[in-house]
C-alpha cells in the first residue's frame, strides 16, 4: 500500500511541471483582461461603503440591524452556508485535497470557544494564499460544523461576491463585531497585502504594519471576545512560486519595499497600490508542493478590561509571532516539511 501510495505521489510530482504551465498559460489568458480593471480601482484606492444608515453612511458604531441589512449573507446560520453546492466543493478541493497533499490536520482545537460563543481568529498571511480556504474549511471539519467568515478585502470581495457562500464577508468592523457577538468565529490576517509581498526571505517574520494595526483589537474589544492566534506550519512552503522567486532573488522585493517605506508623495502609494494588485494576480501561479501542513490553534489572548486596545494589538502580536517560532523554528525551507510528509505518511 506504501509502494502504491509513493509512486502515484511521484507520478503526480513529474507531472507537476506540465500542471503549472497549463495554469500559467490559462492564467495569462484569462488574467491579463481582468488585470486593467484591478490596477485602476487599486490605484484609486479603497471604495466606498455601500449607503445602509439613516444619514446616508455606515460607521463603525452601525447597529446590528444596519450590518444585517448591509451584509445579509454573512449572517446566514453555519448549517446554511456550509451545505451550499459551493461550499461543499471548496472543501473538497481545499480540505480533503490537503488531507491526502499534504497530510493536513489541526491540532488544538479545544482552545476556541463552544458553539454559540464567537471569538477573533488571527493569523500571517502568506505570499500565496492557498492557506486560506484550506484553515478555513478545515476549522469547519475540526469543529463539526462551524463555518469560519473570513474578513476579505472590500474590493477583492467586490470582484467575486460569489466568495459569500464560503464564509467570506468584507473586511468590516461594525460587520465582524455583530458577527462575533452573534456566535461565529471570525478570521483576519491583520498584517494584509503588505505581509504578503515581503518575500520569501520574511515568510515567518509579521510585518511591521501589526505594529500599527489596531483594527482586530478594537473589534475584539468592542465585541468583548477572545482573541486567538492560529499558525499554519509550512504554510508558505505549500507553495513554490517561481515568479516570486526570482523577485526575492533578484532583490526586487526588497527595493520595492524600501520605496514604499519611504513614503514619497504620490509615488510610494501609487507603488503600494499597484504592488497589491500585481502580486494578488500573480499570487495564485505556484507549484503545489508535498510538504506536512498542521494549523495550530493557540490558547486566547489573555486580557483584562483595563487593557488598552495598544495592550491587546501588541500581546496578539508577540502571541502569534511565539507560536510560529515554536512551530517554523527553521524557517522558509522545503526540506523539513516534505521529510515530515513522508515520515508521516510511513506511520499512518
Not at 444619514?55 to 451545505?83: C, M, N, W, Y
Not at 460563543?117 to 476549522?139: E, F, Q, R, W, Y
Not at 505594529?211 to 492566534?229: L, N, T
Request: charged residues 20%.
Amino acid at each position: 500500500m506504501q509502494l502504491m501510495e509513493g509512486a502515484f505521489t511521484l507520478a503526480c510530482l513529474c507531472a507537476l511541471p506540465f500542471a503549472y504551465l497549463a495554469v500559467l498559460l490559462s492564467s495569462l489568458l484569462i488574467g491579463l483582461p481582468l488585470f486593467g480593471l484591478w490596477l485602476l480601482l487599486f490605484v484609486y484606492g479603497h471604495l466606498p461603503v455601500r449607503d445602509a444608515g439613516a444619514e446616508g453612511r455606515v460607521t463603525r458604531t452601525a447597529s446590528f440591524d444596519q450590518a444585517i441589512k448591509e451584509q445579509p449573507h454573512a449572517f446566514l446560520s453555519d448549517e446554511v452556508v456550509g451545505g451550499t453546492i459551493l461550499y461543499r466543493v471548496t472543501k473538497l478541493l481545499n480540505y480533503h485535497f490537503a488531507c491526502w497533499f499534504h497530510r493536513f490536520e489541526v491540532k488544538g482545537v479545544e482552545n476556541l470557544p463552544p458553539a454559540g460563543k464567537g471569538a477573533l481568529i488571527i493569523s500571517m498571511h502568506s505570499t500565496h494564499n492557498a492557506d486560506i480556504l484550506m484553515a478555513c474549511t478545515g476549522l469547519h471539519e475540526a469543529t463539526g460544523g462551524r463555518v469560519p467568515r473570513g474578513l476579505l478585502h472590500r474590493i477583492v470581495f467586490m470582484f467575486n461576491p460569489f466568495t459569500r457562500y464560503m464564509g467570506m464577508v468584507p473586511g468590516q468592523r461594525y460587520t465582524a463585531k455583530h458577527l462575533i457577538r452573534q456566535g461565529y468565529l471570525t478570521c483576519v490576517l491583520p498584517g494584509g497585502g503588505e505581509e504578503a509581498m515581503t518575500g520569501h526571505e520574511n515568510a515567518y517574520n509579521l510585518h511591521p504594519r501589526w505594529k500599527d494595526r489596531r483594527g482586530f483589537a478594537h473589534v475584539a474589544q468592542d465585541a468583548g471576545a477572545d482573541i486567538i492566534p492560529v499558525f499554519a506550519q509550512n504554510g508558505e512552503e505549500m507553495r513554490f512560486s517561481p515568479i516570486f522567486y526570482v523577485c526575492n532573488r533578484l532583490g526586487f522585493t526588497r527595493s520595492y519595499q524600501r520605496l514604499v517605506e519611504k513614503q514619497i508623495p504620490g509615488l510610494s502609494w501609487v507603488l503600494k497600490q499597484t504592488g497589491m494588485a500585481t502580486w494578488f494576480c500573480l499570487s495564485w501561479i505556484g507549484i503545489p508542493i508535498p510538504v506536512k501542513v498542521t494549523l495550530h490553534v493557540g490558547k486566547p489572548i489573555s486580557k483584562s478590561e483595563s487593557d488598552s486596545v495598544d495592550d491587546i494589538a501588541e500581546r496578539s502580536r508577540e502571541a502569534l509571532q511565539a507560536m510560529i517560532k515554536e512551530h517554523q523554528p527553521h524557517g522558509h525551507q522545503y526540506l523539513p516539511g516534505l521529510r515530515e510528509r513522508f515520515a508521516h505518511a510511513k506511520s499512518a
